[in-house]
């Protein structure tokens, strides 16, 4: 198994690509810490990662707010004595994020308050923990639109992206000396509920996307979660501020 004996914390770990990310990460003997705001999803992750004889428990954390983040970690500490991954999941893009001249400033500040300070606050607790434990590995979900523009935007979510790839970069510079690795994932459009359910509801804009990506298909959360474990693991020890870009081609695409 690729992370036997690794504690990983994973954030927004309730649904979708986060609870995918559970039960593999505990499938290759990880200890998993679910984290997320939402109690009772939260607690069906555990019941399917112990159903599937993996180990994880709960913890309740908005990860905008530092005393949960902080309370986070020192859940994965008091339960299982270290942290060796910290996988930065959680993430929203409300439907009220369109562009820069129409989106209102709650909704600029809600998604930069998870999406960058959620970042910036379980990193805040966790990498002094793996410091003290000889190393360890930070994965930051970013996203394709972080490289590329939008005719169709989110520009807060965007934006929002685009930091935590330049706060990869500044954190493996820093870290990387004291054993800790910092990496970003940047996945294309991935058949989360998250996505599905605004597509349902456009189907022109699902029929833009799709016509965009050579694949001709959305992702599924196993072909994002996957590169995860190859961060998380010791197989991964030399890869350091890298943004990995797995979109089926999108970003390559001209027309």
Same mark, same amino acid.
């Given at each position: 198994?690729?992370?036997?004996?690794?504690?990983?914390?994973?954030?927004?770990?309730?649904?979708?690509?986060?609870?995918?990310?559970?039960?593999?990460? &505990?499938?290759?003997?990880?200890?998993?810490?679910?984290?997320?705001?939402?109690?009772?999803? +939260?607690?069906?992750?555990?019941?399917?990662?112990?159903?599937? !004889?993996?180990?994880?428990?709960?913890?309740?954390?908005?990860?905008?707010?530092?005393?949960?983040?902080?309370?986070?970690?020192?859940?994965?500490? &008091?339960?299982?004595?270290?942290?060796?991954?910290?996988? $930065?999941?959680? +993430?929203?893009?409300?439907?009220?994020?369109?562009?820069?001249?129409?989106?209102?400033?709650?909704?600029?500040?809600?998604?930069?308050?998870?999406?960058?300070?959620?970042?910036?606050?379980?990193?805040?607790?966790?990498?002094?923990?793996?410091?003290?434990?000889?190393?360890?590995?930070?994965?930051?979900?970013?996203?394709?639109?972080?490289?590329? +523009?939008?005719?169709?935007?989110?520009?807060?979510? @965007?934006?929002?992206?685009?930091?935590?790839?330049?706060? @990869?970069?500044?954190?493996?510079?820093?870290?990387?000396?004291? !054993?800790?690795?910092?990496?970003?994932?940047?996945?294309?459009?991935?058949?989360?509920?998250?996505?599905?359910?605004?597509?349902?509801?456009?189907?022109? &804009?699902?029929?833009?996307?799709?016509?965009? $990506?050579?694949?001709?298909?959305? !992702?599924?959360?196993?072909?994002?979660?996957?590169? &995860?474990?190859?961060?998380?693991?010791?197989?991964?020890?030399? @890869?350091?501020?890298?943004?990995?870009?797995?979109?089926?081609?999108?970003?390559?695409?001209?027309?």
């Amino acid at each position: 198994m690729r992370l036997a004996g690794k504690v990983c914390v994973i954030t927004g770990a309730g649904s979708g690509m986060g609870r995918v990310a559970s039960v593999i990460f &505990a499938r290759e003997g990880a200890k998993v810490v679910v984290a997320d705001v939402s109690e009772a999803a +939260g607690n069906e992750t555990v019941a399917e990662v112990r159903a599937a !004889g993996g180990e994880a428990s709960f913890v309740r954390a908005d990860v905008s707010r530092e005393a949960d983040a902080k309370a986070m970690i020192d859940h994965a500490l &008091a339960t299982y004595g270290r942290v060796d991954c910290l996988y $930065n999941n959680a +993430g929203i893009m409300p439907e009220g994020d369109h562009s820069v001249i129409d989106t209102d400033v709650d909704t600029w500040d809600r998604v930069m308050a998870v999406n960058v300070r959620g970042v910036f606050l379980g990193c805040k607790y966790a990498i002094p923990a793996m410091i003290a434990n000889g190393g360890g590995s930070i994965i930051n979900i970013a996203s394709f639109v972080a490289i590329l +523009g939008c005719s169709v935007p989110q520009d807060a979510y @965007t934006a929002s992206k685009g930091a935590l790839l330049s706060l @990869t970069r500044s954190m493996a510079v820093q870290f990387a000396p004291k !054993g800790v690795r910092t990496n970003a994932i940047c996945p294309g459009p991935v058949e989360t509920p998250l996505l599905l359910d605004w597509l349902v509801k456009d189907e022109e &804009a699902k029929r833009i996307r799709l016509a965009r $990506n050579p694949s001709g298909r959305f !992702g599924k959360p196993e072909e994002i979660v996957n590169l &995860a474990v190859y961060l998380a693991s010791d197989e991964s020890r030399w @890869t350091n501020g890298a943004s990995l870009v797995v979109d089926g081609g999108i970003s390559v695409n001209y027309f």
